[in-house]
Antibody
């Protein structure tokens, strides 16, 4: 059974760059898309983007200019880079598998943006 | 404001049935599968329904999904207090090349 675990810095200052990595355990990348999703405190889900094992990516139009998602199949990992952070980027960040029917989800990581 | 529109909240008594709607457009719900997620308080979202009306293993048949045109509906029958959660619809938007989520609906079991 595939499990996802993400890590990275959780406290950042405005204008800094967020870097998160998600490890895929118990399975291979297969033909899935691997996604990043976030949820601001008390708010709904927001899809950030996705990548497949060949490195093909799709991004949310509203975040596309600040986001990069990459994959390292040799390490069974995929990563998120988000630049020029503001307070509005504070959220729980999730990594997950899939596009239509996203499952499983990683445990989530709270990212705080504060000076 | 989400492209997919859900009611902010719904409520019903234990044992009753409730439906949650998700309204979109031709480029998203109208031409792609819809899925539904349940997020219990303080937990990670869980897939409830995929491909409009299919349930992953372990999801009870009290949960059902349907789609008609540019709208989808989640049904929950035999409501239990443990069903109190936020529910989100999701789909792909072919014009945006992006996954969309609805704004979420908070279910209260009175």
């Amino acid at each position: 059974q595939v499990q996802l675990q993400l890590w990275g810095a959780g406290l950042l200052k405005p204008s800094e760059t967020l870097s998160l990595t998600c490890g895929v355990y118990g399975g291979s990348f297969g033909d899935y898309y691997w996604a990043w999703i976030r949820q601001p405190p008390g708010k709904g889900l927001e899809w950030i983007g996705e990548v497949n094992r060949r490195g093909v990516t799709n991004y949310s139009p509203s975040l596309k200019s600040r986001v990069s998602i990459s994959v390292d199949t040799s390490k069974n990992q995929f990563s998120l880079i988000m630049r020029s952070l503001t307070a509005a980027d504070a959220a729980v960040y999730y990594c997950a598998r899939g596009k239509l029917g996203i499952t499983p989800w990683g445990q989530g990581m709270l990212v705080t943006v504060s000076s | 404001q989400s492209v997919l529109t859900q009611p902010p909240s719904v409520s019903a008594a234990p044992g009753q049935k409730v439906t949650i709607s998700c309204s979109g457009g031709r480029s998203n719900i109208g031409n792609n599968y819809v899925c539904w997620y349940q997020q219990l308080p303080g937990t990670t979202p869980k897939l409830l329904i995929y491909d409009n009306n299919k349930r992953p293993s372990g999801i009870p048949d009290r949960f059902s999904g349907s789609k008609s045109g540019t709208s989808a509906t989640l049904g929950i029958s035999g409501l239990q207090t443990g069903d109190e959660a936020d529910y989100y619809c999701g789909t792909w938007d072919s014009s945006l090349s992006a996954v969309l989520f609805g704004g979420g609906t908070k279910l209260t079991v009175l």
